[in-house]
């Protein structure tokens, strides 16, 4: 054997109580679970609990595991898989002429990172994640680049054959090894979309066995019924749903987890196969401009801003940013001393960061000083909202079917501190400070249980035969150490991590190891 893992303390990732054992790995798979095991190398893992590697349900990696070769973000709490093309926006499938809309679509989340952006479709891209990177990638259609693709930033329903031409776009990805279609419906253009479009396009996903990742069209006014449409489509076109970043915010939903839960044990009775992630912290994160209201930005960005060089128009968004709440700001009207600028593209614009609106905007309106900051750093201002519920967060992540994710944006100034932190605060703060898990249960939750929804059927326990994607932690010091102040500090407590059988982190120290590989979903 390559390596053996020596007295382990095994949380196998099914829940069950540990057990001591020694772990062989071979040729990038775990080869054997016993006593008195020889190989090559032998780790000691004495104090220490061996796990199956963590899986990001919900990452924003896309660029970053072509660019950043060490990725400690992740690697350094134990994720050896991240699932992207979330949200609805990513990198692929796109055109000659979506392509660069795309880049600066998203620019606020990934950055405009030196990558040579030399691939179109869902399985090219996945192509290039094979010529290696730091950790494992899955990936979900996402419906905004596939909507953009067929019929741009239109706000209205598609035709019969740009309908088709989605649904034909939806079934080369999965074709091609996605796991779903994943849904922006809070950002244009994915937010023109109605039930009926939805319906239709998760039937595709559910020919292949696949499943729906929404990011939901509200998760402030408005929550319970975009939750009830999220089942209302799973149910309708038989496909699997899994809830992206499931969580209720602001002071409208104070308290009501159990009603969501109950929504979600509802359909579950009925046999919609249901699961949901969540990211261990209150303040969310997206890109600023995320707040528009959708009308404004029908057309993309040019659009918008020929609108807001119209003073009654500017007027108008202005107003329902202010006191209607726009469906870009989950339906309530914004306060804008809880939004914080995280992060800008343009360097003169960096003395912003750090600041809530309210106050950058000095004796100017709020409102008008974000218009005119979005603009200026050309829609690659990134901002923190802090509008989250500690209640909600906690009754949510002890369900049956909660499974762990970072929604971790790596780019920009001022990161969240959940792209670095979340598998360790888990583990750290919710485990071992709160006890709101157990270790076996929480390792459940970022391992097996994740790997169940995606269907996979090599990855996700501590069993022979399995992938050799492990973690060695210590359950007396894993924590987080990232910060609001201080985002990018790497996790404590994460001694060793094994992505495909080879040690990409050792005694806390990066190896330099790129063993990671696509992970694709086969068979229909």
């Known amino acids: 054997m390559d390596f053996v893992i020596r007295g382990a303390e095994v949380a196998d ?32 893992a004495g104090g220490l609990v061996l796990a199956p590697g963590f899986i990001d ?26 699932v992207l093309g979330q949200d609805g926006l990513s990198y692929a499938p796109v055109d000659e002429a979506t392509a660069p809309q795309m880049w600066e679509a998203i620019a606020a989340w990934n950055g405009r990172l030196d990558v040579d952006y030399d691939w179109r479709t869902v399985g090219e891209y996945l192509d290039r994640v094979d010529r290696g990177t730091p950790t494992n990638v899955a990936y979900l259609v996402p419906h905004g ?59 595709v996903v559910a020919s292949y066995g696949g499943y729906f990742g929404p990011h939901q069209r509200s998760y402030g006014a408005g929550a319970m019924e975009g939750y009830a449409e999220m089942i209302q489509i799973c149910r309708e076109s038989g496909s699997a749903l899994h809830l992206a970043h499931a969580t209720l915010n602001y002071g409208v939903n104070e308290g009501r987890a159990a009603e969501l839960l109950k929504l979600v044990d509802e359909g579950l009775d009925e046999g919609v196969p249901i699961s949901l992630d969540t990211y261990p912290y209150l303040p969310g994160m997206t890109m600023l401009a995320a707040l528009l209201p959708s009308w404004s930005v029908a057309g993309g960005y040019g659009a ?43 360097p003169e614009l960096r003395g912003l960061v750090g ?9 100017q309106s709020a409102s008008e000083f974000f218009l005119d900051l979005i603009v200026r750093d050309e829609f690659g201002t990134a901002c923190l909202m802090h509008v989250g519920n500690e209640e909600n ?82 359950p007396e010091t894993v924590d987080a150490r990232s910060t609001f102040a201080e985002p990018r500090r790497q996790a404590a407590g994460v001694e060793y991590v094994f992505v495909n059988g080879a040690l990409a982190i050792e005694e806390g120290v990066r190896t330099g190891a790129v063993a990671g590989r696509s992970v694709r979903r086969t068979g229909r």
């Open 393 to 474: 967060v906690r009754a949510i992540m002890r369900h049956g079917v909660h499974t762990g994710s970072s929604d971790g944006v790596l780019a920009g100034d001022k990161i969240h501190p959940r792209a670095w932190g979340s598998f360790a605060r888990y583990l750290g703060h919710y485990t071992r400070e709160l006890g709101l898990l157990s270790v076996e249960e929480c390792v459940a939750h970022l391992s097996g249980r994740p790997a169940a929804v995606l269907g996979l059927r090599d990855r996700g326990l501590v069993e022979a035969g399995y992938a050799a994607d492990l973690v060695l932690f210590d």
């Open 13 to 44: 990732g099914t829940g069950s109580p540990r057990f001591r054992a020694d772990v062989g790995l071979a040729n990038g798979r775990i080869a054997a679970l016993g006593e008195d095991l020889d190989g090559d190398r032998v780790i000691d």
């Open 304 to 346: 918008l801003e020929e609108r807001l060089a119209d003073a009654a128009t500017r007027e108008r968004i202005a107003h329902e940013l202010d006191v209607v709440g726009t469906d870009g700001a989950n339906g309530v009207p914004v306060d804008w001393s809880k939004i914080e600028i995280a992060g800008v593209d343009h």
């Open 145 to 203: 680049t596939v909507r953009m693709l067929a019929m741009g930033w239109e706000d209205r329903p598609p035709t019969p054959a740009e309908l088709e031409v989605m649904k034909a776009h939806v079934a080369q990805g999965m074709e091609e090894g996605a796991f779903g279609l994943s849904a922006g419906l809070s950002y244009a253009p994915g937010m023109y979309a109605d039930t009926a479009e939805l319906i239709e396009l998760c039937s």
């Open 57 to 82: 349900m919900h990452a924003h990696s896309e660029l970053a595991v072509l660019a950043d070769r060490e990725h400690l973000a992740k690697l350094g709490q134990g994720c050896t898989l991240e």
């Open 355 to 363: 600041k809530r609106v309210a106050e950058a905007a000095g004796a």
